[in-house]
């Protein structure tokens, strides 16, 4: 609080300085910017760390969005989120992107995350011979034409991430 001569009389007053920001169908109040910045969006998550140039600059809002100021315009910056505080169920496909805002502006940068989908299974086929369990080989699945794999251990057992419900 600074206080003015106004008349003759002291009054008080307050200095503030900063900035508005709508980006993203998102507005922030924020301190200065410097020449870009960029909108952090993990949908739907909130105290997600997010890392500038492997820097911690914040942890996401109720919203599931940070905006982080001051980053160099025109070059890749490196933004990341820690996919370990997600949420148990959810994965993220990329928990790292490069990001070039212009100069005097600002990119949005959204981390999308997927529902986890996980099959966990004991193979072991019965013939004549009795019972019979295939030991350290792997079990593959073709899923949207993607292969998805995994070793099977001494017991038969599997577990596959990211197979949706379906017939394989």
């Not at 909108?39 to 998550?45: D, K, N, S, T, Y």
């Not at 505080?85 to 995350?113: N, W, Y």
């Amino acid at each position: 609080v600074q206080f003015y001569s106004v008349d003759g009389k002291a009054r008080p007053g307050l200095l503030m300085s900063g900035g508005v920001v709508a980006i993203g169908r998102s507005l922030s109040l924020t301190n200065g910017l410097g020449e870009s910045f960029a909108l952090v969006e993990v949908p739907g998550v909130k105290d997600v760390r997010v890392y500038a140039n492997n820097t911690e600059v914040g942890r996401t809002g109720r919203d599931g969005k940070l905006l982080v100021p001051r980053m160099l315009p025109n070059y890749a910056n490196r933004l990341s989120i820690s996919d370990l505080d997600l949420p148990a169920d959810r994965v993220v496909a990329e928990a790292e992107k490069l990001v070039a805002p212009p100069s005097r502006g600002g990119a949005v940068v959204t981390f999308h995350q997927d529902q986890m989908q996980s099959v966990i299974g004991r193979l072991a086929w019965v013939d004549d011979d009795g019972t019979r369990v295939p030991v350290f080989g792997v079990i593959a699945v073709v899923v949207a034409g993607a292969t998805i794999d995994s070793p099977i251990a001494l017991d038969g057992s599997f577990f596959l991430e990211q197979v949706p419900p379906g017939r394989y």
